[in-house]
T-cell receptor
Framework: DGGITQSPKYLFRKEGQNVTLSCEQN?????MYWYRQDPGQGLRLIYYSQIVNDFQKGDIAEGYSVSREKKESFPLTVTSAQKNPTAFYLCASSDITGTEAFFGQGTRLTVV | AQSVTQPDIHITVSEGASLELRCNYS??????LFWYVQSPGQGLQLLLKYFSGDTLVQGIKGFEAEFKRSQSSFNLRKPSVHWSDAAEYFCAVGYNNNDMRFGAGTRLTVKP
């Protein structure tokens, strides 16, 4: 089945550690996105990528980094510079027209 | 800057009653418009979308939405709500650069 897979579903991290969230899609989509979701704030765009080896910052990119070495993969690293990383993270992808985004099931990151 | 506003944070309706969720956007041109639904701890599922043409669009699960250019609105409606419709609903706008932005969401509670 085609879709987007995020892993892990739950992730715990100690303060000061970097952590990488995985996002893989087999929809042959060119564009991929990372969003952060906090209660009452909807989805906020962290980074997006329209093509391999290229990506753009969204509204809240500080403390995060991404790579896009392969079309199907768009991992997100939450660095120790992110002041409040505990949140629900959603990955999405769309074709080049951007006419519909498909979402993964999310990763809930908790800093302990 | 582009923005999406969902004025209602939380709405409660009785099962069988009609529903309207509001969405307003700000942008110079007509963007792509979407409504997504999210169950707790899950990703987002597309309900319907508007790109052009007929301003009344039909979606899954009996939902419809109407695009009103003069009001920059894209309100979601359902004539008779079912208990299984309880979820969080997000309005989103997309642009031809693949930049998709979401509203803060409206949480729907359905009373028996």
């Amino acid at each position: 089945d085609g879709g987007i897979t995020q892993s892990p579903k739950y992730l715990f991290r100690k303060e000061g550690q970097n952590v990488t969230l995985s996002c893989e899609q087999n929809l042959n989509h060119d564009a991929m996105y990372w969003y952060r979701q906090d209660p009452g704030q909807g989805l906020r765009l962290i980074y997006y990528s329209q093509i391999v080896n290229d990506f753009q910052k969204g509204d809240i990119a500080e403390g995060y980094s991404v790579s896009r070495e392969k079309k199907e993969s768009f991992p997100l690293t939450v660095t120790s510079a992110q002041k409040n990383p505990t949140a629900f993270y959603l990955c999405a992808s769309s074709d080049i027209t951007g006419t519909e985004a498909f979402f993964g099931q999310g990763t809930r990151l908790t800093v302990v | 800057a582009q923005s999406v506003t969902q004025p209602d944070i939380h709405i409660t309706v009785s099962e069988g009653a009609s529903l309207e969720l509001r969405c307003n956007y700000s942008y110079g041109a007509t963007p792509y418009l979407f409504w997504y639904v999210q169950s707790p701890g899950q990703g987002l599922q597309l309900l319907l979308k508007y790109f052009s043409g007929d301003t009344l669009v039909q979606g899954i699960k009996g939902f419809e939405a109407e695009f009103k250019r003069s009001q920059s609105s894209f309100n979601l409606r359902k004539p008779s709500v079912h208990w299984s419709d309880a979820a969080e609903y997000f309005c989103a706008v997309g642009y031809n650069n693949n930049d998709m932005r979401f509203g803060a969401g409206t949480r729907l509670t359905v009373k028996p």
